[in-house]
Nanobody
Framework: QVQLVESGGGLVQAGGSLKLSCAASGRAFTEAAMGWFRQAPGKEREFVAVVTWIGGNTHFSDFVKARFSISRDSAKNTMYLQMNSLKPEDTAVYYC?????????????????WGQGTQVTVSS
């Protein structure tokens, strides 16, 4: 089993920055994709970004490109989402997820493990 714990959420003004972390425990990954998804009130969960654990390949949704970056630290078994130039529409609960796949997939069905989520609120 794999446990994922997010941290780093909070309240920030528009234009500000936050860095989310996702710490994985339970067992080491050999092949995996680790992604971030978010869900705003009244909306469906949507893909934000993904990084492959081994190759470091990344993919971003159009609405966060050039504002967000994703990285991972294999030694710490931790993934990060650096969010810059935040907008009120970025307000959501952000979830990290891990899937034992080799592709940088946007498909939430490909992810086997999910964290509990961390709230990000961007005020205007």
């Amino acid at each position: 089993q794999v446990q994922l714990v997010e941290s780093g959420g909070g309240l920030v003004q528009a234009g500000g920055s936050l860095k989310l972390s996702c710490a994985a425990s339970g067992r080491a990954f050999t092949e995996a994709a680790m992604g971030w998804f978010r869900q705003a009130p009244g909306k469906e969960r949507e893909f934000v970004a993904v990084v492959t654990w081994i190759g470091g390949n990344t993919h971003f949704s159009d609405f966060v490109k050039a504002r967000f970056s994703i990285s991972r630290d294999s030694a710490k078994n931790t993934m990060y989402l650096q969010m810059n130039s935040l907008k009120p529409e970025d307000t959501a609960v952000y979830y990290c997820a891990a899937g034992e796949v080799t592709l940088a997939t946007m498909n939430p069905d490909m992810y086997d493990y999910w964290g509990q989520g961390t709230q990000v609120t961007v005020s205007s």
